[in-house]
């Protein structure tokens, strides 16, 4: 998995040391993404992370990741920007 690279991965799967997991999407259908820290730091994705924060404090509904209250189609738009 390269530094700007984003992946869907079913549950189950081992996280790549240097990744974290996300979740995203409607509370039904959630997809689990792994990507790597340094979008953490990304003000884009700063502010997908103030929206968790706001929506769930830091009792996040799914262990082992970050919950993000958005659609997929979101999430994808903005993190292909960060890919480039």
Avoid: W
Avoid at 49 to 59: H, K, Q, T, Y
Avoid at 60 to 80: A, V, W
Wanted: charged letters at 25%.
């Amino acid at each position: 998995m390269g530094i700007g690279s984003l992946r869907i991965t079913k549950g189950g799967s081992q996280t790549p040391k240097g990744c974290v997991n996300v979740y995203v999407g409607e509370t039904s259908q959630r997809k689990r993404f792994v990507v790597p820290i340094s979008y953490l730091k990304h003000p884009s994705f700063k502010k997908l992370l103030d929206l968790a924060e706001e929506e769930f404090g830091f009792d996040h509904p799914i262990q082992g990741g970050l919950t993000i209250p958005c659609s997929e189609q979101s999430f994808l738009d903005i993190t292909s920007d960060l890919r480039s």
